[in-house]
């Protein structure tokens, strides 16, 4: 099982490093992300519930290097749900803030692929975006906006194809993955013994105008799950 584990983490890393060097566009990084996911559940399937539940979980860190909050925050919870894993934002020494991915081994190297291939994503849409506004002004504001309203779509997306998914094992495997791997990382997580606090909204004002346009880029987006019904 260990071989297997070892062998899916490195296909995972190939996928990431290749996916990020490359850049995509979101259809392309949703794909990405369905794929992968794929990956992953097809593992699983070919476990036993008792193999499961002797994996090991870890936590996995992904910097940041920026000290305010960045517009992909608003897809990161989302990440960890698809990913089936828990997911916490802390701060360095520096102050910089990083968020740590806690859970099955698997399931943190397929959230790290996941926030990699999503950042590229909307920083590529962005460039495109911001090209074809003859009088945008390049400022922050703008920018961000743009890059929160896009991150807010693609969290209701992930969160969506995460349901259909979960949806279509039960229906071909008769077996719940979500409910047997939320078992583990709740048992494990509980020996941390954290003391976490829910976050408070930034209070940043956004540009509405590129919030919308933003959104309605990952709107315009439609991915289907890559787990099919049989």
Same mark, same amino acid.
């Given at each position: 099982?260990t !071989?297997?584990?070892?062998?899916?983490?490195?296909?995972?890393?190939?996928?990431?490093?290749?996916?990020?060097?490359?850049?995509?566009?979101?259809?392309?990084?949703?794909?990405?992300?369905?794929? /992968?996911?794929?990956?992953?559940?097809?593992?699983?399937?070919?476990?036993?519930?008792?193999?499961?539940?002797?994996?090991?979980?870890?936590?996995?860190?992904?910097?940041?290097?920026?000290?305010?909050?960045?517009?992909i925050s608003?897809? =990161?919870?989302?990440?960890?749900?698809?990913?089936?894993?828990?997911?916490?934002?802390e701060?360095?020494?520096?102050?910089?803030?990083?968020?740590?991915?806690?859970?099955l081994?698997?399931?943190?190297?397929?959230?790290?692929? =996941?926030?990699? /291939?999503?950042?590229?994503?909307?920083?590529?849409?962005?460039?495109?975006?911001?090209?074809?506004?003859?009088?945008?002004?390049?400022?922050?504001?703008?920018?961000?906006?743009?890059?929160?309203?896009?991150? =807010?779509?693609?969290?209701?997306?992930?969160?969506?194809?995460?349901?259909?998914?979960?949806e279509?094992i039960?229906?071909?495997s008769?077996?719940?993955?979500?409910?047997?791997?939320h078992? /583990? =990382?709740?048992?494990?997580?509980?020996?941390?013994?954290?003391?976490?606090?829910?976050?408070?909204?930034?209070?940043?004002?956004?540009?509405a105008?590129?919030?919308?346009a933003?959104?309605?880029?990952?709107?315009?987006? !439609?991915?289907?799950?890559?787990?099919?019904?049989?």
């Amino acid at each position: 099982m260990t !071989t297997d584990l070892d062998k899916l983490k490195s296909r995972l890393q190939a996928l990431r490093a290749k996916t990020v060097m490359n850049g995509c566009t979101e259809e392309e990084a949703l794909a990405a992300a369905s794929k /992968v996911a794929e990956l992953l559940d097809r593992h699983d399937l070919s476990l036993s519930d008792l193999e499961i539940r002797e994996e090991q979980c870890e936590q996995s860190s992904i910097a940041t290097n920026k000290k305010q909050r960045q517009p992909i925050s608003a897809c =990161v919870p989302a990440i960890a749900e698809f990913c089936d894993c828990k997911v916490w934002r802390e701060k360095d020494e520096a102050g910089r803030i990083r968020y740590v991915f806690f859970g099955l081994r698997p399931s943190i190297e397929m959230a790290h692929y =996941v926030y990699d /291939v999503i950042a590229v994503a909307m920083q590529g849409a962005w460039e495109q975006y911001a090209r074809s506004q003859r009088f945008i002004r390049y400022g922050h504001d703008e920018r961000g906006s743009f890059l929160f309203g896009m991150a =807010v779509s693609i969290a209701d997306k992930l969160l969506a194809m995460k349901h259909e998914r979960d949806e279509a094992i039960r229906i071909s495997s008769g077996r719940d993955l979500v409910v047997l791997r939320h078992a /583990v =990382v709740e048992s494990e997580f509980a020996k941390l013994d954290l003391n976490l606090r829910r976050g408070r909204a930034s209070g940043k004002k956004v540009a509405a105008g590129a919030f919308e346009a933003g959104h309605a880029a990952g709107q315009a987006v !439609t991915i289907n799950s890559a787990v099919s019904r049989k």
